[in-house]
């Protein structure tokens, strides 16, 4: 991997001797114009979280119109397109898709879609919740664990509960995707503290995370950006 970084980098003209922050950003923008696949998507949402949205919106204006009907990808590209969207209504085409295929049971690339839509993050629309629901009655345990993400995101604490749980799941696949979700930034369960004098009465509880930001789904953090970004 850092071998395979560096040779993007010192592809796209940088030299060698740089901070490795500007090497990993130049990596990654070499991989935006470069790579096809979820490579791409995948350098396309740290690039995203950099600040460098319009370069990442426009490049996959251009893959949508080249794959945008390949199963599968076809939900990476519409997360990117959504992720990078100017305008809440913009944001909505992409998600509207991804969410028809989640509440499809008959879609070939269902699973792909609730993880993207689950890594876009809530609001999540009653009926995608009531999909959902429906979904994980009959749903293996290694979907499940995604199933329960986008329950928590819609403010259920049991599903928390439930995707910690597949830790010590005897399914591989389970153990991987619960650490996955576990460990993005994004809504989270909070651990509350009981408020205390004056405050006591307002809303019952607190966040005492100083850097989250409270909302019925749980907190969020800003992502942290590489030093050597814009």
Not at 25 to 43: C, D, F, M, N, S
Not at 186 to 209: D, F, S, V
Request: charged residues 20%.
């Amino acid at each position: 991997m850092g071998a395979g970084l560096l040779a993007l980098s010192l592809a796209a003209g940088v030299r060698g001797d740089e901070p490795p922050a500007g090497l990993a950003l130049a990596a990654l923008r070499a991989t935006l114009a470069q790579e096809q696949g979820w490579i791409k998507v995948h350098a396309a949402e740290v690039l995203a979280a950099q600040g460098e949205t319009a370069a990442v919106h426009a490049t996959f204006l251009q893959e949508f119109a080249a794959h945008g009907t390949e199963l599968r990808y076809r939900h990476g590209i519409r997360r990117t397109l959504a992720l990078t969207s100017a305008t809440p209504a913009e944001r909505a085409t992409w998600i509207e898709p991804i969410a028809a295929s989640v509440m499809d049971p008959a879609s070939p690339d269902r699973l792909y879609a609730l993880e993207s839509l689950a890594k876009l993050g809530p609001p999540h629309a009653p009926a995608v919740q009531a999909a959902v629901a429906q979904w994980l009655v009959t749903a293996p345990v290694e979907e499940a664990v995604y199933l329960h993400w986008l329950q928590g995101q819609a403010g259920d604490p049991a599903a928390w509960t439930a995707v910690a749980a597949q830790l010590a799941s005897p399914v591989l696949n389970s153990r991987l995707r619960a650490a996955f979700v576990l460990r993005r930034p994004g809504p989270r369960p909070c651990r509350p503290r009981a408020r205390r004098g004056r405050r006591a009465g307002r809303l019952g509880r607190a966040c005492h995370h100083r850097r989250c930001r409270l909302s019925p789904a749980g907190r969020t953090r800003p992502p942290r950006r590489l030093a050597g970004g814009p």
